[in-house]
């Protein structure tokens, strides 16, 4: 595998990703806030070596004119890849049209949507790409 390769360092990247989640979901379990899983997803990315940014700003504009308004990104991992957290009864088409604006908004490639109110995780969970990778 090259990791010369966008797609394979997407790959690569979104799968330690979802090995970490599953790691803070097997800690935490369920039923917590948004902003806890958050605190702990972070912790264990950046323990296992990434750079991780959270609650990135991406200002908004509206014909052309940047407002003063801003959207936060819940997490930029490696600047690379979107995670929007969420810890609800079941995930909605608007949660994916949020993370699918935030990718085109911030000119991003890929995002994950990990809703951490589940009894397993990986039911929790959506990839979205943007355009190709």
Not at 18 to 23: F, K, P, R, Y
Not at 45 to 65: A, D, F, I, W
Request: hydrophobic share 45%; net charge positive.
């Amino acid at each position: 595998m090259s990791l010369s390769d966008p797609y394979n360092i997407y790959n690569m990247l979104s799968r330690a990703i979802i090995g970490a989640a599953i790691e803070v979901h097997k800690e935490l379990g369920l039923g917590l806030l948004e902003s806890i899983y958050e605190a702990c997803l972070i912790a264990e990315l950046k323990k296992r070596g990434y750079r991780v940014k959270n609650q990135v700003p991406l200002p908004l504009y509206y014909k052309g004119e940047k407002l003063d308004k801003e959207f936060r990104l819940d997490l930029l991992v490696e600047d690379l890849i979107i995670i929007e957290i969420k810890a609800v009864e079941e995930l909605k088409d608007i949660h994916e049209v949020q993370l699918v604006t935030y990718l085109k908004l911030a000119d991003k490639k890929l995002g994950l949507l990990i809703n951490f109110n589940v009894p397993l995780l990986r039911n929790g969970i959506r990839r979205k790409i943007n355009g190709y990778i």
